[in-house]
């Protein structure tokens, strides 16, 4: 659900963004997050931020489920979460959390972040949701540095062609985004951070759960980072 129009910063221009409120999935998702942490994302979570360093601007951080993994090196967690019930869980999972995190409301559109201001953007199970993904890359590029990493763990579109790939055509177009929050099956995740300037550097493509045929099974994981300046000749 769209409502209350708010004005928010994205680098030098103030934008009308739409705010976030879906208290029903937000209800919902604060125990499937948990249930599915058990069944395998927890290992997936500490992969998606093992070695990191520095300042990192999470996106879409939900109810917080990445902040117990974040590793000492990392000096700053900024948290960004659009939905009211989900910012509340996250404030609280970030009292515990082993580095510091400040948990802000915010959109990925529009990120509550000055250009070049972060080294690294972590971004998990949030590329299917947002509204437009080349806005989102394109605001997460801006705030990282020259040389910056986004760290990434989505659901994605499964093999051109395959019956997977027609079942998330169907259900995107039909019921999957509303049960989900604007959640969508099929999206290119990777072709788009490609598509926003960052090179790829690792990238893992594998199902979870690992024998299902879920329309949001197809998972990536993987690092991609913002080049440096090349200067014009
Ligand atoms: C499936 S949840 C994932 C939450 C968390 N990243 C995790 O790994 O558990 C998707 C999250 O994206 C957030 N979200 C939805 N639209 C957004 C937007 N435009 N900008 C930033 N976050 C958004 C939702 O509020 C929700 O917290």
Excluded at 78 to 93: I, K, M, N, Q, Y
Aim: with cysteine; charged share 20%.
């Amino acid at each position: 659900m769209q409502d209350n129009r708010a004005e928010q910063f994205n680098g030098d221009q103030e934008v009308d963004v739409a705010t976030v409120s879906h208290p029903v999935f937000a209800r919902v998702y604060e125990r499937l997050s948990v249930a599915m942490d058990r069944a395998g994302t927890a290992a997936f979570r500490r992969d998606l931020v093992a070695g990191l360093s520095g300042r990192v601007i999470e996106i879409g951080a939900g109810n917080g489920r990445m902040f117990s993994h974040y590793p000492p090196g990392v000096t700053h967690v900024l948290a960004v979460e659009p939905e009211r019930r989900l910012r509340a869980a996250a404030e609280r999972a970030a009292s515990t959390a082993p580095v510091p995190v400040t948990v802000v409301d915010g959109l990925a559109q529009a990120l509550p972040a000055g250009d070049g201001e972060l080294d690294v953007a972590v971004v998990a199970l949030v590329l299917c949701t947002v509204p437009d993904q080349a806005s989102a890359l394109a605001e997460i590029s801006r705030v990282l540095h020259a040389g910056g990493q986004v760290r990434f763990f989505e659901h994605v579109a499964a093999e051109e062609a395959s019956g997977l790939r027609r079942a998330q055509r169907l259900v995107d177009a039909t019921l999957w985004p509303k049960l989900f929050a604007g959640c969508h099956t099929n999206r290119d995740t990777v072709a788009a951070i490609r598509s926003a300037g960052f090179q790829l550097d690792e990238l893992r493509r594998f199902r979870f759960p690992a024998t299902s045929n879920s329309p949001s099974s197809p998972c990536v994981l993987g690092r991609a980072t913002k080049p440096a300046r090349t200067v014009q000749q």
